[in-house]
């Protein structure tokens, strides 16, 4: 096997870490609540602090990976993530189990954030294609986990799926540690400092700034389904925890295609047009799901069938919006990389925010929060994008 390939499949872990870290989980909320003695929607602060930090701790580990270089900064996180994860384990109440999914969330940062920098060292100009096949890696993690962590809590309890995710992140460590070199050779010695990191990311943001907030949107229409859907599913629609991770699979494989599409089309269209695809059947998904919401009330059908097209553009503008991004800033990829993750995880923050402050014990929370984040994510790409400027020269060649 050529050493690309070993090093794209463990990149594939990486950007998966987080993710499966949430998905595998999803399924165990409940048990974990009685079983910790916690009152009922109390996991849903540890859903939205775990993106909080996975998204914050981003901002300056991209950065500081341009100046030290991409392994150690990697392998710290790793080992962070698994500390924090035992301790998930070991855990006498909610308070200390969220405590430490804040930690875990810092620690598997590092791994997305890193992952896609290290493809735009390795790949350079042709990111696009590998970072989507790192994508469709995450998002298969997605489609399987609810499924895996579904039968773990109903033959395990709410602690398996926890052992679960201590496996997978002793494998990516002891990856990294035995396979990958460091491919971020030339520093930057100033990337990373507390002085002046805003100012670095003010001078990519004017570039990023569409991208940046649509990614966000998207993701907190998606997030919101995510966070909300055991409640809607197990609580108001009567599946077994085994039953909801296989729904929620097939809803969430619509991930897989988009990313198929951008994996094919990317180089040859253009981020930004791959993008606009997405984010429009983003919209569509969400505008269905509400209609149909409103005219025949909760079902699973009518719910899970107009998501597909939501995670079926979001499976494509994900990874379409962060190559739109990392590729044209080469010397700044973690800093490009760390504000796309950022702003990937501050939507899914404020979306968890905002559902659990609504929560009022029916779907409409969520299929309302659904639809503005997706009316947003449009708005903003097509208020905000960067258009092509034409020429006095091009235009003149014009029929």
């Given amino acids: 096997m050529q050493p690309s390939r070993v090093l794209l499949i ?41 993106v909080g ?63 896609r920098a290290i493809v735009r060292d390795v790949w350079q100009e042709q990111a696009g294609p590998a970072l989507a096949l790192t994508v469709l890696g995450m998002f ?37 540690l035995g396979r990958y070199r460091e491919t971020h050779l030339q520093r930057d010695p100033q990337a990373g400092r507390l002085k002046g990191l805003l100012a670095n990311y003010l001078q990519v943001w004017p570039s990023c700034r569409a991208l940046a907030l649509t990614i966000a949107c998207t993701y907190g229409a998606m997030f919101v389904v995510v966070a909300g859907s055991s409640s809607v599913y197990i609580g108001l629609l009567g599946l077994s925890a085994a039953q909801y991770g296989l729904t929620f699979a097939l809803v969430v494989s619509g991930l897989l295609g988009g990313a198929l599409f951008t994996l094919r089309n990317v180089q040859r269209m253009g981020p930004q047009r791959v993008v606009g695809i997405g984010v429009a059947l983003v919209l569509i ?13 909760l079902s699973l059908l009518g719910l899970s069938l107009p998501q597909v097209l939501v995670t079926l553009g979001g499976g494509m503008l994900l990874p379409a919006a962060v190559a739109g991004a990392v590729i044209p800033n080469p010397q700044r990829a973690g800093l490009a990389a760390g504000l796309m993750g950022f702003s990937q995880m ?7 925010l905002l559902l ?44």
């Fill in 10 to 50: 463990i990149l594939m872990l990486l950007t998966a870490l987080g993710e499966t870290s949430t998905q595998l989980l999803i399924p165990a909320l409940g048990e974990l609540e009685r079983g910790l003695h916690a009152k009922p929607g109390s996991s849903l602060l540890a859903l939205s602090l775990f």
């Fill in 53 to 115: 930090a996975f998204g914050l701790g981003q901002l300056w580990l991209g950065p500081l990976s341009d100046r030290l270089g991409r392994r150690p900064v990697l392998l710290v996180g790793l080992s962070l993530y698994l500390l924090a994860t035992l301790g998930m384990l070991l855990a006498p109440n909610i308070e200390m189990l969220i405590g430490m999914r804040v930690l875990q969330g810092l620690g598997a940062c590092a791994a997305l954030v890193l992952a």
């Fill in 140 to 176: 298969t993690a997605i489609v399987l986990s609810p499924v895996v962590g579904g039968l773990l809590t109903q033959y395990g309890g709410w602690r398996a799926p926890l052992l679960a995710t201590l496996l997978l992140g002793s494998l990516a460590l002891l990856s990294v």
């Fill in 285 to 297: 998904g969400a505008l269905l799901t509400l209609a149909v919401y409103q005219l025949s009330g």
């Fill in 346 to 352: 501050a939507g899914a923050t404020l979306a968890g």
């Fill in 356 to 399: 659990g402050a609504l929560q009022d014990g029916s779907a409409w929370p969520m299929v309302a929060l659904n639809t503005l984040f997706a009316v947003l994510a449009f708005l903003f790409f097509h208020l905000l994008r960067v258009r092509p400027v034409v020429t006095a020269a091009v235009v003149g060649k014009l029929p």
